[in-house]
C-alpha cells in the first residue's frame, strides 16, 4: 500500500464550472499512465463527480446512508479502488446513487475528501491526479493545505475573458498554501471540424492585462470535438479511443511536461 505522504499530487482546477476540467483530469491520469506510472484519480469534485461516468462506469442505485469517516482499523475504514484502463480511481460518485446529491459542505465535505485521498487503500501510486470541483471553496482548501506536502496545480480554462478573470482568482489563493501552479490547458480552444480538420475560434479570445498567459505557461491547447465530447458521455475517453489524434498528441505533450516537473521537483528534494 503507498504512504500518500510521498505521492506527487497533481489537482486539476479551474475558477469556474463548464471548462472541460474533469475531462482534463481523465485523459491527464490516462496518459500518465500509458508513460508507466501507476496513477491513483481522485474525483473530489463531490458535487459534481463525473469521472466514473467518463471511465464507462455506473452506480444506478441509491444508498441509503454514507460514512465520511471511519475509525483506523475499524470495518470499511479503507476504500478500495477500482482499476479502470490502468488507473486505479475513486469517486463520491461510487457511494452514491446516480440520481443522488452530495448536499454537505464544509467540514463534513473536507471529511468526505480526505476519505477518498488519504484513507482509500491506494497500490504502489507514483502519483496522483485529483479532480476538484471549481472554484476555491472547503475542499481545495483541504487538497491544497494538506500537511507534509505540496500540491501541484493544473488551471482549467477556455479562452473568454470571463474564464480567465476566475482563473486569476484561483491562481491568488494558491499563494496561502505550498500549492505550485504548473500551468494552463485553453480547453475548447476551437471548434474542430469532424470532416476537414480545421480549427474555428469558439469565443473571442482574452487578450492583453486580461489574459492569465502573462502570469502561468499555457501547457496545451485542446480544441474542442464534438465526437470525443460524444464518447466521453459514453464513458469512452479519448485517451482509449484515440479517435482525435490532435486531443491524443496534445494530451500526450501535457503529460511528458507534467512528468518532467514531477522529476525536476523530486530531484531538487
Not at 7 to 27: D, E, L, M, Q
Not at 93 to 105: D, K, R
Not at 161 to 189: C, K, T
Request: overall charge neutral; proline content about 6%.
Amino acid at each position: 500500500m503507498a504512504e500518500l505522504g510521498r505521492v506527487p499530487i497533481i489537482a486539476v482546477g479551474s475558477g469556474k464550472g463548464g471548462v472541460g476540467k474533469t475531462t482534463v483530469a481523465v485523459n491527464l491520469a490516462l496518459a500518465l499512465g500509458a508513460r508507466g506510472m501507476n496513477v491513483g484519480l481522485v474525483d473530489a469534485d463531490l458535487y459534481g463527480p463525473d469521472v466514473p461516468r467518463m471511465m464507462g462506469l455506473r452506480r444506478r442505485a441509491d444508498t441509503s446512508a454514507i460514512t465520511v469517516f471511519a475509525a483506523q482499523g475499524s470495518p470499511g475504514a479503507r476504500l478500495e479502488p477500482v482499476r479502470r484502463h490502468g488507473v486505479q480511481l475513486v469517486s463520491a460518485a461510487f457511494l452514491l446513487g446516480e440520481s443522488q446529491a452530495f448536499s454537505a459542505g464544509g467540514s463534513l465535505a473536507q471529511l468526505m475528501a480526505r476519505r477518498l485521498l488519504v484513507d482509500t487503500a491506494w497500490e504502489d501510486l507514483g502519483c496522483l491526479v485529483v479532480d476538484l470541483p471549481p472554484g476555491t471553496a472547503d475542499i481545495q482548501q483541504f487538497v491544497f493545505g494538506l500537511r507534509g506536502r505540496r500540491a501541484f496545480v493544473l488551471l482549467v480554462l477556455t479562452p473568454q475573458v470571463i474564464a480567465h478573470q476566475d482563473v486569476r482568482r484561483l491562481i491568488a489563493d494558491l499563494a496561502r498554501y505550498r500549492a505550485v501552479p504548473l500551468g494552463g490547458v485553453e480547453n475548447m480552444s476551437g471548434l474542430l471540424c469532424p470532416r476537414c480538420g480545421e480549427t474555428t475560434a469558439l469565443f473571442p479570445s482574452a487578450a492583453g492585462e486580461d489574459s492569465v498567459w502573462t502570469e502561468i505557461p499555457k501547457l496545451a491547447s485542446i480544441p474542442f470535438s464534438p465526437q470525443a465530447a460524444s464518447d466521453a458521455d459514453q464513458g469512452r475517453p479519448v485517451l482509449v479511443t484515440r479517435a482525435i489524434p490532435e486531443h491524443v498528441a496534445a494530451y500526450e505533450r501535457l503529460a511528458a511536461e507534467v512528468a518532467r516537473r514531477l522529476d525536476e521537483d523530486q530531484g531538487a528534494a
